[in-house]
C-alpha cells in the first residue's frame, strides 16, 4: 500500500531529510524540504522515523489508513539508523557489536577521495594512508585480510587488500550511507571479517518506489585544483523503479605542509599524488506487494600517481640515462595506475513466500577487475581479479520465540599478476559456507547467537619453491601448483540489555577463524609499495639466503573477542562507551628476516658472472616473511554528544589500541590514540561546525620500527540552504587543517615521505529538483 506523510518538529516546522524506514526491511525514503514523504509499505506495517538530532518514531499503520501520517519529532537523542550489514534489519543503537554510520550531512562533510580518509574520524577507526589518493580504514589496528570492504554487503573484489598502494574501488561521494562494524563480524561476511566491516551502501539497486528526485553536486578543493562534479538520480512509476548516479573528479598533486624527506629533499606538494577517477552506475527493479527483482550495472575508469613510487622511477631513469617524456596531462614521468571495474549486480526478495518465512533473499554481484601500473609509458604490472559472489538468506517468522536468518554464502575469485611486481602468483580461490543468526527477546534483554562454517580452497600457480640457478636444478624444481583447503569456524553470542529508558548495556563475545589469505601464503617478490621483500608462509628461508618449500603446517588464526558497551541514546546529554579485548592464536604478521634482496642476489648470482646492470636500488630491501605467533589486542572507544541549546551540539570522542606479541613486542603500524572534539550550530538557513582532532605520539612501536610525533588538525565547514525557483540548494564551504600542521601517519608505509595534506579550501553546491 501506498502511505503519505509529512514529518515536523515540535514548532511545527518541516524536517528535511528525515528517514522514514519499512521496520524489518531494507526500504527507505527522505522526506523532502517541506517534511513530506511517498513510501510503499505492506498493511499492517511499522514505519521508523528518524532524523539527526531528533528522538525517533515507530508508528504502527493500519490496513484501512487513508488519511496523511502527521509525525511529530522531538529535539534531542540520537538518531537510529538501520544497519544494512547487520543481517537482521537491526538499527546501531541496539546492536550488541559496537558500529558507526556515516550519512546525510555528515557524510557529505567529510567525504574524502578515499574511503579511508572519510571514515578517519570515527571512533575506533584511523587509515593506512598511501597518500590522499589510495587509504584503506584500519579498525581497532588491523586492516588488510582482516577488514572485508563490502559494496552493498557483496565484497568490492577489488585488489585494495593485497596493497597499500592499490585504491579501494568504493567511493563516498554518490553514497547513502557508510556502516563500520567494529570487531569480528565473520558470520555474513566470512573469516575476511575478522577484524570488521566497511560496507558502503548505495541506491544502486533499487528497493522502493520513490517520487523523481535528482541531486548535482559541484565542488572545487585548492589544496589539490580539485574539480569535482556528482549527479544521481532515483524514479520510479507504477511497479518499476530506477536509479542513476556518476561522478567525475581531478586533482593535481597536493600541497603539504614544508617539510624534509628521507632522502634529506625539501618539498611543499606530496609528489605523483594526481587523482583523475570517474564511475557510472544504474539500476532497475520491479517491485510488487509481494517482492522485488533489480540488476545494477557499474562501471569505474581511474587513473591516479602512487606516491613512494617515484623515487623508483627517478632512479632507473638514471641508472638507464635515459630522458623519458611524460605523459600528458600528468603532473611528472613517476608510476600511476589505471585501473577500470566493471560490476553487475542482480538481486530479489520474496515476501511471505510460505508459511513460517518471512522473506526469501538472494543477492549476486559479477565484477571484473583490473589494475595496471605504469612506468615510463609502459605497463610494468597488471593485476587482474574476476570474482562471482552470491548470498541467499531465508528469514524465518518467530519460532519458539527466536526470530532469525539462515543462509548461504558463495565466493569465487580469479586472481592474476603479471610483470616486474607480481610478488604473489596466479590463485583461483574458492569459497563456500553456511551461517544462521538467532534472536529472542526476554522482557528488556534480547539475545542474538550465530554461527558459520566455511570452507576455503586456494589453487595457486607457477611457485618456483626453490631459488638455484644450475641448469641440473632448474630442472628438479620446476614451477609448481600447489592447493590448500582450510575449514573455519566462527561462532557468536551478544545480549542487548536495556536497563532503563533510554540507556542499554551491550555485551557481545565472539570465537572467529580465519583462513589465511592467498598473499600471506604464497607472496615472493619484492613489494614497491611496503619497500620490502615479502615472502608467504609456504616458504622457508636459512640464513644463507636460500628459499625453499616448507616443511611446517599452516595453522588457522583464532579470534576470541570480548565486547562490552554501555550507551545513553535519549535526551541532551548522549554518550557510547566501548571496552573490547581481543586474544588471537596464531596471529598471522610479517617478520624483518635479518637479510636483505642483495642476500638473494648473492646466493642466486654464484657461479655466474655478475651483471653490472643487476645491481639495484631493491637489494636494499629487507626480506619480511609471514610468521604465526599469539597476539593480544585491547583498547577502548568514548564517544558523546552534548545539546546546548536547540541549536548548538558539542560532540567529544576518543579512541586506543594496544596490540602486543605474547611473547614479547608489539605489533607494527599500530595507530596512535586519538581524540577530538567538534561544536556545531544548526540555524533554520545555515549550518557551520568546527572539528578538532588530536593524534598523540606512537612510540609503541615493533622491531625496526620508528616513533611518530603528535599532531592535530583542525576543519571548518559551513552550509547555506535556499530555493531557487524549485530547486534546493545547498551552498558549503569546508576549511581543512586550518593550522597548516605537518602530520605523518604512524600506520602508514611511507610515512617519512608522504604527510598529510596542508591547508586547503573547498568550495561548493549542491542541488535538488
Known amino acids: 500500500m501506498t502511505i503519505q506523510g509529512l514529518v515536523l518538529d515540535s514548532d511545527g516546522q518541516a524536517i528535511e531529510q528525515a528517514r522514514v524506514h519499512v521496520h524489518g526491511r531494507q526500504q527507505y525514503v527522505y522526506a523532502d524540504k517541506d517534511g513530506r514523504f ?52 537491526h538499527y546501531d543503537l541496539e546492536m550488541a557489536n559496537p558500529v558507526s554510520v556515516l550519512s546525510g550531512e555528515e557524510l557529505s ?53 593485497i596493497g597499500p598502494d592499490h585504491a579501494i574501488s568504493a567511493d563516498a561521494i554518490t553514497t547513502e550511507q557508510i556502516e563500520v562494524l567494529r570487531g569480528p563480524s565473520t558470520l555474513l561476511y566470512g573469516s575476511g571479517a575478522v577484524g570488521g566491516v566497511v560496507n558502503v551502501v548505495d541506491n544502486r539497486l533499487p528497493r522502493q518506489l520513490r517520487p523523481a528526485n535528482t541531486q548535482i553536486e559541484t565542488r572545487y578543493g585548492s589544496g589539490a585544483d580539485e574539480k569535482t562534479a556528482a549527479l544521481a538520480h532515483d524514479g520510479g512509476q507504477e511497479q518499476v523503479a530506477w ?15 614544508d617539510f624534509t624527506n628521507d632522502e634529506g629533499e625539501n618539498s611543499d606538494k606530496l609528489a605523483n599524488s594526481w587523482l583523475d577517477n570517474s564511475a557510472v552506475n544504474g539500476g532497475l527493479s520491479w517491485i510488487t506487494d509481494k517482492g522485488l527483482l533489480g540488476f545494477s550495472i557499474g562501471h569505474i575508469d581511474s587513473e591516479y600517481g602512487i606516491p613512494g613510487h617515484h623515487h623508483h622511477a627517478e632512479h632507473e631513469e638514471e641508472h638507464e640515462g635515459e630522458e623519458h617524456e611524460e605523459e600528458e596531462g600528468h603532473q611528472e614521468a613517476g608510476v600511476f595506475a589505471r585501473v577500470k571495474q566493471d560490476r553487475y549486480g542482480l538481486a530479489g526478495e520474496l ?103 566455511e570452507q576455503v580452497q586456494y589453487k595457486a600457480s607457477g611457485i618456483e619453491f626453490e631459488h638455484h640457478h644450475d641448469d641440473e636444478a632448474e630442472e628438479q624444481h620446476a614451477a609448481e601448483n600447489v592447493k590448500n583447503d582450510f ?74 573477542n570480548i565486547d562490552l558497551t554501555l550507551r545513553k541514546f535519549e ?30 642476489d648473492a646466493h642466486e648470482d654464484e657461479g655466474h658472472e655478475e651483471d653490472p646492470d643487476h645491481a639495484h636500488e631493491d637489494e636494499e630491501f629487507a626480506i619480511f616473511q609471514y610468521r604465526q605467533q599469539d ?120 610515512k617519512e615521505d608522504a604527510p598529510l595534506p596542508g591547508r586547503s579550501f573547498t568550495l561548493g553546491l549542491k542541488a535538488r529538483f
Open 38 to 89: 511517498t513510501i510503499q509499505a505492506p498493511a499492517d506495517s511499522e514505519l521508523h522515523i528518524s532524523a539527526k538530532g531528533y528522538g525517533d518514531q515507530f508508528i504502527k499503520v493500519s490496513a484501512t489508513q487513508t488519511n496523511q501520517l502527521t509525525v511529530q519529532l522531538q529535539a534531542g537523542g540520537l538518531e537510529r539508523i538501520v544497519v544494512a550489514a547487520s543481517g537482521l534489519h
Open 109 to 161: 562533510r567529510k567525504t574524502e577521495p578515499t574511503i579511508g580518509e572519510t571514515l578517519k574520524s570515527l571512533p575506533g577507526v584511523h587509515s593506512n594512508y598511501y597518500g590522499p589518493v589510495a587509504a584503506s580504514p584500519i579498525l581497532r589496528g588491523l586492516d588488510g585480510p582482516r577488514v572485508r570492504i563490502l559494496s552493498n554487503g557483496l565484497d568490492t573484489a577489488d585488489v585494495s587488500r
Open 243 to 257: 536509479h542513476f548516479d556518476g561522478f567525475k573528479r581531478k586533482t593535481n598533486d597536493y600541497d603539504v605542509p
Open 351 to 453: 515476501y511471505k513466500p510460505f508459511a513460517g518465512v518471512e522473506t526469501l533473499s538472494f543477492n549476486s554481484a559479477l565484477t571484473r577487475y583490473q589494475h595496471h601500473e605504469i612506468e615510463d609509458g609502459a605497463i610494468g604490472t597488471s593485476f587482474k581479479n574476476d570474482s562471482i559472489e552470491s548470498r541467499f538468506t531465508a528469514e524465518h517468522e518467530t519460532f519458539a520465540g527466536w526470530h532469525g536468518v539462515v543462509g548461504y554464502h558463495l565466493q569465487n575469485s580469479d586472481y592474476q599478476a603479471i610483470g616486474d611486481e607480481a610478488f604473489t602468483p596466479d590463485t583461483k580461490t574458492d569459497s563456500h559456507a553456511l551461517f544462521v543468526l538467532e534472536e529472542r527477546s526476554f522482557g528488556e534483554v534480547t539475545a542474538q547467537l550465530g554461527a558459520r562454517i
Open 487 to 560: 575449514t573455519a569456524g566462527s561462532l557468536s553470542a551478544g545480549l542487548v540489555w536495556n536497563f532503563q529508558p533510554g540507556y542499554n548495556w551491550a555485551l557481545s563475545v565472539s570465537r572467529s577463524e580465519r583462513a589465511p589469505s592467498a598473499a600471506e601464503l604464497y607472496s615472493n617478490g619484492a613489494h614497491i609499495a611496503t619497500q620490502t621483500y615479502e615472502l608467504g608462509l609456504a616458504y622457508a628461508l636459512d640464513d644463507d639466503g636460500e628459499i625453499s618449500k616448507s616443511a611446517s603446517d599452516i595453522k588457522k588464526e583464532v579470534a576470541n
Open 571 to 600: 535526551g541532551d546529554f548522549t554518550f557510547t562507551y566501548n571496552l573490547f579485548y581481543n586474544k588471537v592464536d596464531d596471529y598471522l604478521y610479517m617478520q624483518d628476516s635479518g637479510l636483505t634482496m642483495a642476500d638473494l
Open 631 to 750: 597476539a593480544t589486542l585491547y583498547g577502548a572507544e568514548f564517544a558523546m554528544a552534548y545539546q546546548l541549546t536547540a541549536e548548538q551540539e558539542l560532540e567529544l570522542f576518543i579512541d586506543s589500541v594496544r596490540a602486543k606479541l605474547d611473547n614479547g613486542g608489539n605489533l607494527p603500524r599500530i595507530p596512535p590514540v586519538k581524540t577530538g572534539i567538534g561544536y556545531s550550530y544548526s540555524a533554520q538557513d545555515w549550518s557551520a561546525s568546527l572539528d578538532w582532532t588530536h593524534y598523540m605520539k606512537q612510540n609503541r612501536i615493533a622491531e625496526g620500527e620508528s616513533s611518530t610525533g603528535s599532531y592535530q588538525i583542525l576543519d571548518f565547514a559551513f552550509s547555506y540552504y535556499f530555493n531557487l525557483s524549485d530547486l534546493d540548494l545547498t551552498a558549503f564551504a569546508k576549511a581543512n587543517n586550518l593550522t597548516d600542521e605537518l602530520g605523518f601517519v604512524h600506520s602508514s608505509f611511507i
